[in-house]
């Protein structure tokens, strides 16, 4: 009976499938538990090695957990709008809808190969109008609320209309617009619906609002702060710009606190809870309001609003800045200074808020040419731009204290602006202190002493005494702009009437996506939704209808734009407990049952993403009811990342005068990625040694990755054919290969991200071909613990495999199974309680690594053992199962069992087994152990020394000589001194 692992691993995933071993039911007398991956975008590039790590992680877990008794819910899914099946759209002009499907076909087929343990009847797809029904119907719930800050919670729209027609608003505590008008109950029903409905926007959960976005002019449409990197967009590298666009945003800054409060509640990493904590950014301090000098004698009174953590440092401010976004700036600009100030907009422009908030080195900015006036000396401060500065932070506006903060002290010293002693000036703090206190005003060091705080509630206390400042707490989370100029994502249920937005009703719910011929924006620079031909309400017939049917009276025009890729990721958690339910999101008889995820597991890169957002629903369909607890995941875990082995050669091309390019390809193990080398070892045995070099007009040194596959894994050796023939290195067939001194031809290997674009991505259908789904499972866990970062190595996979094949051969060998009914020896027992001691705690404790090498050992003693016992075989294979699945359903089933392994209960550890009873002594002569005896540790000193005395190797070694005398310590050593 042979190990072919192959036929065994498709027999069993059939198996799995057919029988929907693990389909989970709504409602079930064992205890729930909900284990949760981030579902995986679906990119045309199929899975590599290093996406599966969470994946297997996750499902150990869940096959522990029904082992343990538990009704597990492992569902999977796939986030399947998105820029990449779009951008291929427009490159191709093929539909995203078909090449999506087409990548989802392969994502299934990779992830059924690993043999995971999902329920595949409750698969969703963000893309299908049936899930995205539910995205919209959320849109409709944000946008029919508002925030009572008097209860803490969103409550219905309608509840706000009740208030302002009874009192108005001057009573509404709400999270809302700033500089919303005060009304009273009269001036509110002397409004027009219009005006009431404008009103009512400035309060909604989901607005619209002109709002400075990151705009991506090549993309054509809007990108989050967390699609960005290094200034550039994540997918394709491009330019972003700041712009200015009216766009939907969501009130996600109404749960600021709430956000923060509830990291308390849950068990996820402190580094992510870390990461939210700054990303959400509370502080406490004070509201400050400047007053604006007026430039010209008909300028209407401005003033500009700042928030400051240290308004006891109001006396230090010798100018203010803006951000060169912020809307005064164009009208207190004055024309002397207008030329200077306009390029420097147009400059900041084209840096992300990221790079602004990064670069500390870098000062610029521009003086308006207006001035403020301080709120208690009245003297006048200079208002300049600057790009530290960013408009969605605070009010975009600072009060600049040189003397007291870094950023601002080398803005002033650049600009040569005064620097004012901080307690210069009528000192309003003075008050608040001892005349011992007194004394040590005008020391910085004072500024960090414990009374800033006296001085601090002082300077609020007077600030509001003139009616320029009020105490506030402020939170740099900012709405999310909820917008994207994109064709690939969930349709808004929007459409307008005199410009004013109109939910379509739940009912006719969902608004599909239409069919467009081009998926790029319009010559007019509408979203790629302005090219749909049949895309306008029909409010009479409720349904979609065609746009020359637009008359404004009872047909209307459509949301152009559509949802941001985290829309449909923010709640598919509770979507999967009710899948196939056409009338709720999920019934409450279901959320009820699975509350919350128990166990979730993905990436560390959407903490300040997917992870914040998903909580801002949770905690709103909390408010409205919809769902029964607002943290929607109990514990997460961030898995690391599986690093890829990147091999590299260093391409040196030689442009020549009248001849064509020329080049040499180094290969070599000692080959260092730096200038020095190129200049000094490269350059010299290379080049200037070449009989033509007086020819060469220049050199260019090109340090490059080779794609792996024609790389030999384990001599690091480049096969120079398969070179010569890769249609990525066509240009060097007739270049010179320089080998290694020995004449090898060798790469140099780096770690790095595994990445299509490095050419170091190992396909997982390759591995799992070759050594099986139950090695490359055990391989990835025993490369170290789930949250670190690890190095792929192929070549390491041979060990996890050759373990397998150990196993194997522990049930079974060429004449089938060796398993006998014999009772186990006490060895046997022990080696088989450890090892369950051992998993079970690496389990819980999500140490998969260590497992592995626990298997290892158990196989390799209880081989030793020439263990055959039924008894402790059927429970190893048990303990084994989470992490090898195939094999160890096959030789369950060959050992004559029906039901599926995954249905076992989980071995119990039973401690007695690990109780020792004897101690096999060392014997010493003379400190020279000679022999071992087996004695029992219930033997008295007196007891041990007779049995050891009477031994035939005692007599031996004594040969009839009395010993001068024998210690004896118990559970220890036996020593004759002789």
């Known amino acids: 009976m042979k190990y072919n692992f192959n036929e065994i691993e498709a027999k069993w995933q059939k198996y799995w499938a057919e029988n929907q071993t693990f389909k989970a039911v709504n409602n079930s007398e064992k205890p729930k538990y909900y284990v949760l991956d981030m579902f995986p975008y679906p990119s045309g590039a199929g899975l590599h090695v290093g996406h599966p790590l969470g994946y297997i992680a996750s499902d150990i877990y869940a096959r522990y957990k029904r082992h343990k008794g538990f009704n597990v819910l492992h569902p999977q899914g796939y986030d399947s709008f998105g820029l990449p099946a779009e951008q291929y759209a427009i490159q191709t002009g093929q539909h995203p809808a078909i090449t999506t499907a087409e990548n989802i076909k392969t994502y299934r087929r990779q992830l059924d190969q690993i043999g995971f343990s999902f329920d595949w009847s409750r698969e969703v797809r ?111 590298g491009y330019p972003v710009i700041r712009k200015k666009m009216t766009q939907w945003s969501m009130r996600i800054s109404a749960y600021a606190e709430r956000l923060l409060q509830g990291l308390e509640t849950i068990d996820w990493t402190d580094s992510l809870k870390e990461s939210q904590r700054n990303w959400i950014g509370k502080s406490v301090g004070a509201s400050v309001t400047f007053n604006v000098l007026p430039i010209t004698n008909n300028q209407k009174p401005t003033t500009i609003s700042v928030f400051t953590t240290r308004p006891d440092t109001i006396f230090g401010v010798s100018f203010m800045t803006l951000a060169p976004e912020h809307e005064l700036v164009s009208q207190i600009t004055t024309t002397e200074q207008k030329a200077e100030v306009d390029a420097y907009v147009l400059a900041t422009a084209k840096r992300s808020e990221r790079d602004r908030m990064a670069d500390v080195k870098t000062i610029s900015g521009a003086f308006t040419g207006a001035y403020a006036e ?72 004072f500024l960090n002493g414990m009374n800033y705080k006296k001085a601090t509630k002082r300077a609020i206390y007077e600030l509001e005494q003139i009616g320029q400042g009020e105490g506030k707490t402020n939170y740099r989370l900012r709405d999310a702009v909820f917008s994207r100029q994109r064709y690939w994502g969930e349709p808004f249920p929007v459409y307008y009437v005199k410009g004013m937005p109109q939910m379509i009703d739940a009912a006719h719910l969902p608004i599909k996506l239409p069919e467009v011929e081009k998926y790029l924006p319009t010559e007019t620079g509408e979203p790629p939704l302005g090219n749909a031909t049949v895309w306008a309400w029909n409010s009479i017939d409720n349904k979609v209808v065609s746009n020359d049917l637009i008359d404004n009276e009872t047909i209307f025009p459509l949301e152009l734009n559509t949802m941001p890729g985290w829309a449909g990721s923010s709640f598919y958690f509770n979507r999967y407990m009710d899948p196939e339910n056409p009338n709720e999101m999920a019934s409450k008889e279901a959320m009820d049952y699975w509350q919350d995820v128990d166990l979730y597991i993905g990436g560390s890169e959407h903490a300040t993403g997917h992870l914040l957002y998903a909580r801002f629903w949770q905690k709103f369909l909390f408010d409205k009811g919809v769902v029964p607890v607002d943290e929607f995941a109990k514990k997460l875990i961030n898995q690391g990342m599986i690093l890829g082995n990147s091999a590299f050669v260093l391409i040196v091309k030689m442009n020549y005068v009248n001849e064509d390019s020329k080049f040499k390809i180094i290969c070599r193990n000692d080959l260092k990625n730096s200038k020095e080398y190129f200049d000094e070892v490269i350059f010299e045995n290379y080049i200037h040694s070449d009989s033509s070099f007086e020819k060469i007009l220049d050199i260019q040194y090109i340090y490059s990755n080779i794609d792996i596959s024609i790389i030999n894994d384990i001599t690091n050796e480049l096969d120079i054919e398969k070179f010569k023939n890769h249609s990525l290195y066509s240009d060097y067939i007739n270049g010179e290969f320089i080998s290694n001194d020995d004449g090898k031809y060798l790469v140099t290997r780096e ?86 001691k051992k998993v079970e705690d690496d389990i819980e404790n999500f140490s998969f690594n260590t497992s592995v090498s626990t298997f290892m050992i158990a196989v390799n003693e209880l081989g030793a053992q020439k263990c055959t016992s039924k008894e402790i075989l059927e429970p190893l294979l048990v303990l084994i199962s989470p992490y090898a699945p195939h094999i160890s359903e096959e030789l369950w089933s060959q050992l004559g069992h029906e039901r599926s392994i995954s249905t076992v209960a989980f071995p119990k550890f039973d401690a007695n087994h690990l109780v020792e009873s004897s101690k096999n002594y060392p014997i010493s002569f003379n400190g020279k152990t000679r022999f071992t005896m087996e004695l029992s540790l219930d033997m008295s000193k007196d007891d041990i020394e007779a049995a050891v005395m009477a031994h035939e190797k005692t007599k031996e070694q004594l040969q009839g000589r009395e010993p001068k005398k024998v210690i004896v310590v118990p559970g220890k050593i036996v020593n004759i001194v002789g």
């Not at 299908?128 to 409709?140: L, R």
């Not at 009740?162 to 509110?188: P, R």
């Not at 009060?399 to 007291?404: A, I």
């Open 374 to 445: 301080h709120p208690f000396t009245k003297e006048p401060i200079p208002i300049w731009i600057g790009d530290y500065v960013l408009a969605g932070y605070g009010t975009g506006a600072v009060m600049s204290v040189p003397c007291g903060d870094e950023r601002d002290y080398a803005f002033a010293n650049h600009f040569n602006i005064p620097i004012i002693n901080i307690f210069d000036g009528v000192d309003i703090s003075e008050s608040a202190f001892s005349d011992k206190e007194k004394t040590i005003i005008g020391n910085s060091d």
């Open 751 to 836: 770690v790095e991200k595994m990445s299509k674009s490095k050419y170091n991505v190992v396909n997982p259908d390759n591995i799992v071909s070759d050594y099986g789904a139950d090695s490359l499972r055990l391989y990835e866990m025993f490369l170290g613990p789930l949250e670190q970062y690890k190095p792929w190595n192929t070549a390491g996979i041979t060990g996890v495999h050759s373990f397998l094949k150990k196993l194997w051969k522990l049930y079974a060998d060429d004449n089938g199974l060796k398993t006998t009914d014999t009772a186990p020896t006490k060895d046997n027992l022990k080696t088989l309680h450890k090892t369950i």
């Open 126 to 236: 963000t893309s299908d109008a049936s899930y995205y029904k539910w995205t919209q119907w959320i849109f409709i719930q944000l946008f029919n609320s508002w925030f009572n800050n008097d209860t803490n919670k969103a409550e219905d729209i309608s509840t706000l209309e009740a208030v302002f027609v009874s009192e108005g608003n001057l009573k509404v505590n709400a999270v809302c617009d700033d500089n919303i008008e005060s009304f009273s109950a009269d001036d509110w029903d002397a409004m027009s619906s219009e005006a009431k409905q404008k009103i009512l926007l400035q309060y909604r959960l989901t607005y619209l609002a002109e709002t400075e976005v990151n705009w991506c002019p090549e993309l054509g449409t809007v990108l989050a702060n967390d699609e960005i990197v290094n200034g550039v967009s994540e997918r394709g």
